[in-house]
């Protein structure tokens, strides 16, 4: 792939005080360059490029602006320790990108060329990339549709681009418990919807849930299934597990729920432990009674931004669960220290997972 790269002349002054006081954020920060390549149906995709980071211009009709057409991807680029910059399983992220498109009838793109765009701009940026332990370089892949159009139909014209942001460790004190709602009114999406993709669609629908829960104290929401609001799905930034008599449990990539690059690296991981996982329906009611019981062992998330996030407080209409003494379980902990080792390249990579720019 070709792509022509313009550099800027008036770089930007990276946060490297922020770095050195943990108080980076995630996304708060934005690097020099950021890649574009548009797509025609005419001419496919071209005029990959790189330019200096600035806004973007749509028709006041653009069709992603009133139809939602639009996806994005969340990735990370890790500084080791002897100054190499890593992807982790970006290829995954690539067939996720075009099950997206393809839910919402959106071109997809060639893995190859996803992945060696975003090596593109992580090899340009790679000096936004901070340094300290924990830190990251936030990569935000998206596509929107640009047909100036107000027929409700696909676009026949889109944009990609790439943004990286320099981001700091989502746990700047060390990976602590976070309280978490059931919410049985509202839901996520259903069977036949657009669960699955990584949408923004996806994300707005949930702010209302979130909010709700935020006035209430609790950090996020756990989704429960949209038809019988019986069985635990996701919250709204990460799957989720729970540790049950010693067997992990998680949802089913049953199209409800975003099959999450971390959420398989998490299961292989805990398997290759001699951990039992199962993939299945678990209703909150079972939740309630294995903690009852005094079987509820762990709970936690995971995702690309926290990795792994120990659950320490679970809200079911009245019923409260306090889970491990809110604190840090030893399988969440034991998986969140041997996935993170790998990304960084702290750790022997046996499986492959982490690519060099």
């Given at each position: 792939?070709?792509?022509?790269?313009?550099?800027t002349m008036t770089p930007m002054s990276k946060p490297l005080a922020e770095e050195k006081a943990g108080t980076l954020g995630f996304g708060n920060y934005f690097s020099d360059h950021m890649f574009l390549m548009n797509y025609t149906k005419e001419k496919g995709w071209h005029d990959a490029r790189i330019c200096?980071?600035?806004?973007?211009?749509?028709?006041?009709?653009?069709?992603?602006?009133?139809?939602?057409?639009?996806?994005?991807?969340?990735?990370?680029?890790?500084?080791?320790?002897?100054?190499?910059?890593?992807?982790?399983?970006?290829?995954?992220?690539?067939?996720?990108?075009?099950?997206?498109?393809?839910?919402?009838?959106?071109?997809?793109?060639?893995?190859?060329?996803?992945?060696?765009?975003?090596?593109?701009?992580?090899?340009?940026?790679?000096?936004?990339?901070?340094?300290?332990?924990?830190?990251?370089?936030?990569?935000?892949?998206?596509?929107?549709?640009?047909?100036?159009?107000?027929?409700?139909?696909?676009?026949?014209?889109?944009?990609?681009?790439?943004?990286?942001?320099?981001?700091?460790?989502?746990?700047?004190?060390?990976?602590?418990?976070?309280?978490?709602?059931?919410?049985?009114?509202?839901?996520?999406?259903?069977?036949?919807?657009?669960?699955?993709?990584?949408?923004?669609?996806?994300?707005?629908?949930?702010?209302?849930?979130?909010?709700?829960?935020?006035?209430?104290?609790?950090?996020?929401?756990?989704?429960?299934?949209?038809?019988?609001?019986?069985?635990?799905?996701?919250?709204?930034?990460?799957?989720?597990?729970?540790?049950?008599?010693?067997?992990?449990?998680?949802?089913?990539?049953?199209?409800?729920?975003?099959?999450?690059?971390?959420?398989?690296?998490?299961?292989?991981?805990?398997?290759?432990?001699?951990?039992?996982?199962?993939?299945?329906?678990?209703?909150?009611?079972?939740?309630?009674?294995?903690?009852?019981?005094?079987?509820?062992?762990?709970?936690?998330?995971?995702?690309?931004?926290?990795?792994?996030?120990?659950?320490?407080?679970?809200?079911?209409?009245?019923?409260?669960?306090?889970?491990?003494?809110?604190?840090?379980?030893?399988?969440?902990?034991?998986?969140?220290?041997?996935?993170?080792?790998?990304?960084?390249?702290?750790?022997?990579?046996?499986?492959?997972?982490?690519?060099?720019?």
């Open positions: 792939m070709d792509i022509k790269v313009t550099r200096p980071l600035t806004d973007l211009k749509f028709h006041p009709a653009a069709m992603g602006l009133h139809y939602g057409q639009e996806i994005f991807e969340g990735m990370k680029s890790y500084r080791t320790k002897d100054d190499r910059m890593l992807l982790f399983r970006p290829y995954e992220n690539a067939k996720r990108w075009n099950d997206s498109a393809e839910r919402m009838c959106m071109p997809q793109m060639d893995e190859d060329m996803f992945v060696d765009s975003i090596k593109a701009i992580v090899d340009m940026d790679r000096d936004w990339a901070p340094h300290a332990e924990g830190t990251s370089l936030v990569l935000r892949p998206a596509m929107v549709a640009t047909t100036p159009n107000l027929g409700v139909h696909p676009s026949d014209e889109y944009i990609f681009f790439i943004i990286t942001s320099p981001s700091g460790a989502y746990y700047p004190e060390g990976i602590d418990p976070v309280s978490i709602y059931v919410e049985d009114e509202y839901i996520r999406a259903a069977r036949g919807g657009t669960g699955y993709a990584k949408t923004g669609g996806n994300y707005a629908g949930s702010l209302k849930a979130a909010q709700l829960a935020a006035e209430k104290g609790f950090t996020q929401v756990l989704w429960l299934d949209g038809i019988e609001k019986k069985y635990v799905e996701e919250v709204g930034s990460m799957n989720m597990m729970f540790v049950i008599d010693g067997t992990i449990i998680t949802a089913p990539l049953d199209g409800t729920i975003l099959p999450g690059v971390t959420r398989s690296s998490v299961i292989q991981l805990a398997r290759d432990k001699g951990l039992k996982v199962e993939e299945r329906k678990l209703s909150i009611d079972e939740i309630c009674e294995a903690y009852d019981a005094g079987k509820l062992d762990e709970a936690f998330g995971t995702g690309t931004a926290a990795v792994v996030s120990p659950v320490g407080k679970l809200q079911y209409k009245d019923k409260e669960m306090i889970i491990n003494d809110f604190k840090t379980g030893p399988i969440a902990k034991d998986l969140y220290d041997s996935l993170l080792s790998i990304q960084i390249g702290d750790s022997p990579d046996p499986y492959g997972w982490t690519i060099e720019v």
